[in-house]
């Protein structure tokens, strides 16, 4: 197959030659277009996404700073109550005993807004 592929080559290779013709180069369009379309495409989009991703990764460490102790996340959401505050945020917890787990998720969402 390559030896009659070369053969074809070898017997038209007169037809190959270039012809004088005018050509009209397109490429230019996107070449030219693609600057502008960085410039008001592109780049802001980053921007945004890489804001995005910055702000995420910043409530991810605050979560898992919160998860590390949560007995400290209930105390610091227990700390402005009363009771927190004349016997302690100890005491607050201990009344409690042992909160139910959707207790603790909540008093550690409510420290992150706070």
Do not use: H, N
Not at 102 to 113: F, R, S
């Amino acid at each position: 197959m390559l030896g009659f592929t070369a053969l074809g080559f070898w017997l038209l290779r007169e037809r190959l030659g270039g012809e004088a013709t005018v050509t009209l180069d397109a490429d230019w369009l996107y070449r030219k277009g693609a600057a502008p379309a960085r410039a008001l495409l592109q780049e802001p989009l980053e921007r945004a996404l890489s804001a995005t991703e910055r702000a995420g990764a910043a409530v991810a460490a605050y979560a898992g700073r919160l998860a590390v102790s949560p007995d400290e996340a209930l105390s610091g959401a227990l700390g402005a109550t009363r009771l927190a505050r004349e016997r302690g945020a100890g005491a607050a917890i201990a009344l409690l005993g042992r909160p139910p787990l959707a207790v603790a998720i909540g008093a550690m969402l409510l420290t992150c807004w706070c």
